[in-house]
């Protein structure tokens, strides 16, 4: 009887798994063009960055660029917490294909929590800048700066909800532009063709390249909300 059960109930060996796993040739390809993409963004990234960052430091002063650095430094790291659990709730959307009008309230509840944690990651940034941002700096903090670091920090954190909603409804190519907090090669793009006019204008503290990089940023932002709309 133990035979005959054995032989009604094969397990399944190596070789069997392997072929169930195999993937389709359109399937490959999808990967193959995600990939590329990936590969291609993220070059465009890092060698936009390094040119932006090598005028940034031309333009501004030394004790400027160094201000700016800390802004940077500090909204960058409040807008990630606002993004966080973004990209893997995403992710889960695309593998679930969900209907078309499932997919959208899906994507809206995700869009309310997100908008929650944007919401007090700004308010805590613009509190402890505010109150600690003479520390930070070294000098007395206006709050004509203290409001940009919060817009900045919302809009960071957009980029990143944004560019991480594109990658989990399957336009990765769209979420790499965009970018978020990791760097986006369209913001770096427009901040690099808006540098010449800084100093043209003689805009060299560390509040014009701040302002500067969230118009960017905002700009990258806007394109991956356009191709959200487009899905």
Not at 160 to 168: P, Q
């Amino acid at each position: 009887m133990s035979a005959t059960l054995g032989n009604a109930m094969p397990t399944a060996g190596p070789t069997a798994i392997a072929t169930h796993m195999q993937l389709s040739s359109g399937e490959k390809s999808m990967l193959a063009h995600h990939g590329r993409w990936a590969v291609m963004g993220r070059m465009l990234t890092l060698i936009s960055s390094f040119v932006s960052m090598a005028i940034l430091a031309r333009v501004l002063s030394p004790a400027s660029f160094a201000e700016f650095n800390i802004l940077r430094i500090t909204i960058t790291l409040f807008a990630v917490g606002a993004a966080s659990g973004i990209s893997q709730t995403a992710l889960r959307i695309l593998g679930h294909q969900e209907s078309s009008s499932r997919l959208r309230a899906v994507v809206t509840e995700i869009l309310g929590k997100a908008f929650v944690l944007l919401c007090v990651a700004t308010i805590t940034g613009f509190a402890i800048v505010y109150s600690a941002g003479n520390a930070m700096l070294h000098r007395d903090v206006g709050i004509e700066l203290t409001l940009l670091v919060a817009v900045a920090i919302a809009t960071f954190a957009a980029s990143d909800i944004v560019a991480e909603l594109n990658r989990g409804l399957g336009t990765p190519s769209i979420a790499n532009m965009v970018g978020g907090t990791k760097g986006s090669p369209i913001a770096n793009l427009v901040l690099i063709a808006m540098l010449p006019v800084l100093w043209y204008l003689g805009k060299n503290d560390a509040a014009s390249a701040t302002l500067a990089t969230t118009v960017s940023v905002l700009i990258a932002v806007i394109a991956g909300v356009v191709s959200l709309i487009r899905l």
